[in-house]
């Protein structure tokens, strides 16, 4: 007979029971009318006063950049090591919805739906505008001060654009994914930020402290979302504007909100099989077209060759530009490495818990492998093939990009596209790709804030989707608005204001989940499962 270990992680709340139904809808008396009320609030707030908004925007990033740098960088190292760990440790047998658990969806489904939430728009935005930005020394910055438009600036544009698209990110979105689908499906909780905080607060989350997470989760993913949202506009108005001439003007970026809106409200209404999971398989595959006509009619061998240097640069340089503190090169690591962290954070929320909704029945360690190492596998060959294009046709003075440099960032894509065959219908692919991967995003993210807001029910009334469908493009369109001419800055801003708190959140989070897999592990260990 095996030792008899009680489950200390058993409670009577269920999902929804302290939910209010106004006009059949299906919503948690806290958390929803607050978070709606804080999101209205800013909306208008925004455009009545876009110029009192900016300033509080840009005053907010300062002071917290300024005060708080070396809590993001040390914090997101703390993630990765964690995350790794959880690899090799025995809890890592321990399967999400317990050990007969079937997963729901098949691999390649579960890598298309996870990647195309994780990293999408801005993956399409960044991938030719940051080494380009790191090699010429754009903004009078480059990374650890390196002499920019040097074979050395070549080598650490590579490794610093991964270092900010690699294993940070995704361990950040592993600590929530997985302690969102642990205390979800192993559990029996509501699929909510606050069941994670169950091992450290007990039945005491259920009620204010866990309102506040939950509140705090909302805001931070809401407004991470916005961020990525804003990005998409102003690249696929860039895009029109290359390629058909169409102005990339204000109007034009509000139009593309409301005309992605409107297909993200058709997507949410096919549900999670028939609209995210069909949109998301149809962008991994075109994406992954358009990667292999970029390698192969492109610069194929320049590529191939920046794939080792972009990996190689990556674990050279990962220990120094992890390093917050004595830093010569801080404006670079404000403005670039500290503004990365708080979005990936701010969108951990959203993407945590949609990856959560979709890896029931994978172990721990099958499910840290693929969301921490597949995606940087091929986000290596994504920026290589992007990147790696731009530089060489830097370096060989050929393109808008070598005579002109990096001026407009959306449209850095569609100027590398100009060099290769095929141009129109390639920037034409493109502008498709950002305007799915808007949709994706919309989507999920508001099945995700709708399940935070209906105290963790899967299955609320599809209005309360559609109303923060509406929300999320709202903001994105405020801010475009209301930052004017500097809408990059104010998204940005943005991004880092929800970061900060929830980054304290997560490192919570951490604790919790290794409590909840270290006791689960002795009770399957007790009961001759593992």
């Not at 505008?129 to 920019?148: F, K, Q, R």
């Not at 077209?289 to 492109?298: K, S």
């Not at 004017?484 to 980054?503: K, M, N, R, V």
Request: net charge negative.
């Amino acid at each position: 007979m095996g030792e008899v270990v009680k489950d200390e992680y058993q409670t009577d709340y269920v999902a929804g029971q302290d939910n209010i139904n106004p006009f059949g809808l299906d919503l948690h008396a806290p958390v929803f009318p607050i978070t709606a009320i804080l999101v209205v609030v800013f909306v208008v707030g925004t455009l009545i006063f876009p110029e009192g908004a900016k300033e509080l925007l840009d005053g907010t990033k300062t002071a917290i950049i300024n005060n708080f740098d070396w809590f993001f960088i040390l914090s997101a190292n703390i993630f990765v090591v964690f995350s790794i760990a959880l690899i090799f440790m025995p809890v890592g047998k321990i399967r999400l919805g317990g050990q007969d658990a079937k997963p729901e969806f098949t691999r390649l489904s579960w890598f298309a739906m996870l990647f195309a939430a994780g990293m999408g728009i801005g993956l399409m935005f960044w991938a030719v505008a940051e080494p380009v930005a790191y090699y010429t020394g754009h903004w009078d910055m480059s990374p650890l001060n390196v002499t920019p438009e040097t074979p050395e600036a070549r080598s650490l544009a590579m490794g610093s654009t991964m270092y900010h698209w690699g294993l940070h990110p995704w361990a950040v979105y592993a600590v929530v994914a997985l302690s969102l689908a642990f205390f979800a499906y192993n559990k029996g909780m509501p699929l909510t930020i606050r069941s994670a905080f169950f091992p450290l607060l007990r039945d005491r989350v259920w009620g204010w402290p866990g309102h506040i997470i939950d509140v705090l989760a909302v805001v931070a993913t809401i407004f991470g979302l916005a961020t990525s949202l804003g990005f998409g506009a102003q690249q696929a108005a860039s895009g029109f504007d290359y390629l058909f001439g169409i102005s990339s003007g204000l109007n034009v970026q509000m139009a593309i909100i409301a005309g992605v809106t409107f297909v993200a409200l058709i997507s949410v209404l096919r549900g999670l099989d028939g609209g995210v999971k069909v949109l998301s398989n149809f962008n991994m595959i075109v994406a992954a077209v358009l990667l292999l006509f970029v390698i192969f009619a492109g610069p194929t061998m320049a590529i191939l060759e920046t794939v080792w240097l972009t990996s190689s640069s990556y674990v050279a340089n990962f220990v120094p530009l992890s390093n917050p503190f004595g830093r010569d090169d801080e404006g670079w690591m404000h403005a670039w490495t500290v503004f990365y962290w708080a979005w990936w954070i701010s969108w951990s929320p959203f993407v945590g818990m949609f990856i959560a909704r979709v890896s029931r029945g994978r172990t721990v360690r099958e499910f840290i492998t693929a969301v921490l190492i597949i995606p940087t596998v091929i986000t290596v060959f994504w920026m290589s093939g992007f990147g790696g294009s731009a530089l060489d046709q830097m370096q060989n003075g050929v393109g808008t990009l070598a005579s002109e440099g990096l001026g407009e960032v959306p449209l850095a894509m569609f100027q590398m596209f100009e060099n290769l065959p095929l141009t129109g219908i390639i920037s034409f692919v493109g502008i498709i790709l950002v305007l799915v991967f808007f949709v994706t995003s919309s989507d999920s993210g508001s099945l995700v804030i709708d399940s935070i807001t209906a105290g963790g029910k899967t299955d609320a009334p599809t209005a309360q989707r559609v109303f923060w469908v509406v929300m999320e493009s709202a903001i994105a369109a405020a801010l475009i608005f209301g930052g004017g001419a500097d809408a990059l800055g104010a998204i940005q801003a943005t991004a880092i204001s929800a970061g900060l708190p929830f980054t304290a959140i997560l490192l919570v989070m951490c604790w919790g989940l290794f409590k909840g897999l270290s006791h689960e592990r002795k009770l399957l260990l007790a009961e001759g499962k593992l």
